[in-house]
């Protein structure tokens, strides 16, 4: 049984910052690709960016340069560092990671952490 537990969450003013934390506990036996994703009211679920078991990272147009993935294999954790937070970055943020474990491998969801960016 695995589950991603999210952390850091919050409301914070435009142009200031926060740091999601995501860590997988159960009976791993290997995590592959870990991600962010993101959902605002009406709109579908978005990659935000995502990160190799071996730290190759890719991220959305909208937050290159702003957001930075980095993970921890040793803590099986993931992290998203948000700067320079913009009102259009309010939304539900879910980690994601691709999980192996004895029964099997497939995608696990975080529970979701709402980041509201506002004035």
């Known amino acids: 049984q695995v589950q991603l537990v999210e952390s850091g969450g919050g409301l914070v003013q435009p142009g200031g910052s926060l740091r999601l934390s995501c860590a997988a506990s159960?009976?791993?036996?290997?995590?592959?690709?870990m991600a962010w994703y993101r959902q605002a009211p009406g709109k579908e679920r978005e990659l935000v960016a995502r990160?190799?078991?071996?730290?190759?990272?890719n991220s959305a147009s909208s937050v290159k340069g702003r957001f930075t993935i980095s993970r921890d294999n040793a803590k099986n954790t993931v992290y998203l560092q948000m700067n320079s937070l913009k009102p259009e970055d309010t939304a539900v943020y879910y980690c994601?990671?691709?999980?192996?474990?004895?029964?099997?491998?497939?995608?696990?969801w975080g529970q979701g952490t709402q980041v509201t960016v506002s004035s």
């Open positions: 994601n990671a691709f999980i192996a474990t004895m029964i099997g491998q497939r995608f696990y």
């Open positions: 159960g009976n791993i036996v290997s995590i592959y690709d």
């Open positions: 990160i190799t078991s071996g730290g190759s990272t």
